[in-house]
């Protein structure tokens, strides 16, 4: 085990050099001169120059990449043109309601999920299954701007259940309220991966089921209860797991879209802003810590993987 | 040596029966491509279709009802009929669905075989893609929008780029498999050149599976341009794009209802039929990764 983790780590030195590259080059590749594009069409040549000189641009490009890639080990991720405070800490205070909105949508996503995806795989053939299969499709088929859309309309605007936009966080306005108003947009972003996880636990809960050691339990007359639950279900399990794991980071990536929709100040929201006001720095650094949390996500997932089952270990 | 093409013609006759078989018999696949076949359509002739220029503001038709004279869907807020903006938004849908996942389909092949075949390639190239799946789709095609700037092509070569390295992997592993079979050895030792056994015979043994995910890959376009274009950041305002309609749907929600029903209901449409043609040509061309 120690030894597939140490491996796994090594691995992740080429991802993030390339992850690293990428996004570094995604500003130098701005089409003529990124000061100008960031001054905007009424900068004065001097003005340009004088950011170019502060931005370092006027250095080879190994060396900017080298200085900013120095700069990230130290905590200096760069300076928003338009926000106080370090980047750290401003990405820090718009982590937290995009964490939040994350955990309702996957919670969620989980808790309808895995059940309707068990009931599918047991009942294999029915109509029970056809309805949940094609619920899972409708599920995939509905981006979340879709969903959040169709979900205000109906449960804000037409039933007045819910609030329709909004954050409250738990410091100033308590549980209760704060929970109100994520429920929407947790449902709108996670809709989608409610669709993958019962897809993901139908199949294999369906593999597990056509296999041998299934078949001997159930000529040795187990309860089929007991052989859906404890038999199956475990092993199916690590499965299961993986692709709640790989939900979580798809919601954080997209939680862009809810974010506009109900206004909720988040990394998604910080970005979009950021590109709309050309403040590069802020769009470089959200990006790469998105990134870097989707690797460090996956490689906990993998050793868990390798925890749970050794065989993964051997490859 | 008649005899001989005579049967290879005959085989492939029947291989082709077999497939046409199997294709209706799947009714998912048969049901998705009519849904995008009908989305084509609608595309290439929507100025055939419309019943007006989707353009054409009327400013005393505002917020038009749906069902009003000359607006079957209603109007949005500079007077002009949605039916016609959804219409021609179907264009946008498509046109970048099609050639995003061409694209990422043709070069996505290249790099996987590429990998596939020359093993020094095979570790750099597979880094690469790697580094560049890590970053989360949507932030990728958000930023690499906001360095090119907004238009149409620019959409494309975005979610190109954001597609290529999934089609990469996807095409490698398939070709590994490939490279293992006991004919291409056979090739190898008759002396066959690299490209000659890459193009002619690795390739079309793995399009089956390349396929499959350039169909996920186009479903995933249309969400993801409709998003972009949502945020603001995709196909620019006067140019109908769902995504757009949408946007400025969502500010008129409790007044203009169909400013948001109907154009979420030709994306959800559009985005269903995709998938469901992908599972269903998953099944038909690709039954052991399910």
Avoid at chain 2, 47 to 55: E, F, K, S, W
């Amino acid at each position: 085990m120690v030894r597939y983790t140490l491996k796994r780590l090594l691995s992740l030195i080429p991802v993030l050099f390339v992850v690293s590259l990428a996004i570094f080059l995604l500003i130098h590749l701005i089409p003529g001169d990124p000061a100008s594009a960031i001054l905007g069409e009424e900068a004065t040549p001097e003005q340009i120059a004088a950011l170019r000189e502060k931005l370092g641009f006027n250095d080879p490009l190994p060396v900017q990449y080298l200085r900013w890639v120095g700069g990230l080990f130290r905590g200096n991720w760069g300076t928003s043109l338009f926000m106080d405070g370090t980047m750290l800490q401003i990405i820090g205070s718009h982590m937290i309601p995009t964490l939040q909105q994350t955990l309702v949508a996957v919670g969620f996503a989980t808790l309808v999920g895995v059940p309707l995806g068990m009931l599918a795989a047991i009942r294999h053939g029915s109509p029970a299954d056809r309805v949940i299969s094609a619920f899972s499709t409708a599920g995939i088929s509905l981006p979340s701007f879709l969903m959040g859309l169709c979900l205000v309309l109906l449960i804000s605007v037409k039933l007045r259940w819910l609030p329709s936009s909004g954050y409250k966080s738990i410091a100033d306005f308590g549980w209760a309220t704060h929970i109100r108003y994520m429920i929407l947009p947790g449902i709108a972003l996670g809709f989608i991966e409610m669709g993958l996880i019962i897809r993901m636990t139908r199949s294999s809960m369906l593999e597990i089921l056509s296999a041998d050691y299934i078949r001997m339990a159930k000529a040795k007359g187990v309860s089929p209860w007991r052989m859906f639950f404890l038999h199956a279900f475990r092993n199916a399990l690590i499965g299961i797991l993986t692709v709640v794991g790989l939900s979580f980071i798809s919601c954080l990536g997209g939680a862009t879209v809810t974010e506009t929709i109900f206004n909720i100040p988040g990394l998604g929201k910080l970005t979009l802003n950021a590109v709309m006001r050309r403040d590069y720095e802020v769009v470089q650094a959200v990006v790469l810590l998105v990134s870097l949390l989707n690797v460090l996500c996956t490689l906990l997932l993998d050793l868990l993987y390798a925890l749970v089952d050794p065989r993964v270990r051997l490859n | 040596m008649q005899d001989l093409s005579e049967i290879r013609r005959r085989l492939r006759h029947e291989q082709q029966q077999l497939n046409i078989r199997r294709y209706l018999r799947n009714r998912q696949a048969v049901i998705g491509s009519v849904i995008v076949l009908i989305m084509l359509f609608i595309a290439v002739f929507a100025p055939l279709l419309a019943p007006a220029d989707p353009l054409a503001q009327t400013v005393t038709n505002r917020f038009a009802k749906p069902g009003t004279a000359g607006y079957l869907l209603g109007a949005d807020k500079l007077g002009r009929d949605i039916l016609s903006r959804i219409l021609y938004g179907a264009r946008v849908s498509m046109i970048v669905g099609v050639s995003s996942s061409l694209i990422s389909m043709l070069f996505g092949m290249i790099i996987g075989l590429c990998a596939c075949y020359y093993k020094p390639l095979d570790n750099i190239l597979m880094r690469i893609c790697d580094g560049l799946s890590a970053i989360p789709s949507i932030l990728l095609a958000i930023a690499l929008m906001a360095v090119l700037g907004q238009s149409l092509f620019n959409v494309i070569l975005a979610l190109s780029i954001v597609y290529i390295p999934r089609m990469a992997r996807i095409a490698r592993s398939a070709a590994l498999v490939v490279k293992e079979q006991t004919y291409i050895e056979a090739l190898q030792s008759q002396g066959a050149s690299a490209a000659r056994i890459i193009w002619r015979h690795i390739a079309p043994n793995i399009l089956p599976a390349v396929v499959v995910q350039a169909s996920f890959n186009f479903a995933d376009a249309i969400i993801t341009e409709a998003s972009l274009s949502f945020l603001g950041v995709g196909v620019p305002a006067p140019q109908p794009s769902w995504g757009n309609i949408l946007a400025e749907g969502r500010e008129v929600i409790t007044k203009a209802w169909w400013m948001v029903v109907y154009p979420g209901i030709a994306t959800a449409l559009a985005v269903m039929g995709t998938n469901i043609l992908g599972d269903g040509l998953r099944d038909i061309l690709d039954p052991h990764t399910n």
